[in-house]
């Protein structure tokens, strides 16, 4: 369910901490665990795919400058439990968060860390630019967990962003490499059936903003651990 009206969402407000991941921290994986991790980030590019998988880069402040430069996230429209809706009313400047989100491929030489949404995973968007409410403007359920700990995050990333100043360093110097999948690696069927697919014939290009017409280098983006089995969301 996308974006809720004010009226019907449940807010779980508790002392829970969610572990959550700076990139720079993820590039420092040894290997992809299979793990499950949260993360929050500024939308620096965004694309819809189809009407069941979309791309999303994010960065944050340790992504900035010199080496890895942020994260591609792919996200996938969930068909089972219930659906979750793809975010696609993200738009670049704003705050995201992602739980449970999978690393599918660790590349350090190409500076480019690629996630993937895994069975259950959840999303919140913010505003990047309201520095006083912590009020998401769209999720994806009903009801999602909030704490003391993501309004810090959420006030961390406003900061940071208002340090440049203007929107074109945003668009401009936090310049990153993303993953981009193949197209012929989809199809409008269920989330279930696209993973299922990916498994056998899967490949990511590896791109920049500045030559997404021009795609190289490929590796895999296979989910080996992923359960098909129900069980209950939680955010």
Not at 161 to 175: I, P, W
Request: net charge negative; with cysteine; proline share 3%.
């Amino acid at each position: 369910m996308s974006s809720a009206q004010p009226n019907t969402v449940a807010v779980n407000t508790t002392s829970n901490k969610y572990n959550y991941k700076t990139i720079d921290e993820l590039n420092k994986l040894i290997q992809p665990s299979g793990a499950k991790w949260c993360l929050y980030g500024v939308i620096k590019f965004r694309r819809e795919i189809n009407l069941n998988c979309m791309l999303i880069g994010i960065c944050d402040p340790t992504s900035y400058g010199k080496g890895q430069k942020g994260a591609s996230c792919l996200l996938y429209r969930e068909s089972f439990a219930g659906t979750i809706e793809l975010p696609i009313q993200a738009e670049i400047g704003q705050l995201i968060r992602l739980h449970r989100m999978k690393i599918t491929n660790y590349k350090p030489e190409s500076g480019c860390i690629q996630l993937k949404s895994s069975n259950f995973y959840s999303w919140l968007i913010f505003d990047g630019n309201d520095d006083i409410s912590h009020e998401p403007v769209a999720q994806s359920s009903i009801s999602y967990s909030f704490s003391n700990d993501d309004c810090q995050k959420i006030d961390a990333l406003r900061a940071w962003l208002l340090s440049f100043g203007d929107n074109e360093t945003l668009h401009h110097e936090l310049d990153f490499q993303f993953a981009l999948p193949e197209l012929k690696s989809f199809n409008d069927q269920s989330t279930q059936t696209i993973e299922n697919e990916m498994k056998d014939n899967s490949t990511t290009a590896i791109a920049t903003v500045k030559d997404i017409g021009e795609l190289s280098e490929f590796f895999s983006a296979t989910d080996e651990n992923e359960s098909p089995k129900k069980r209950l969301h939680t955010d």
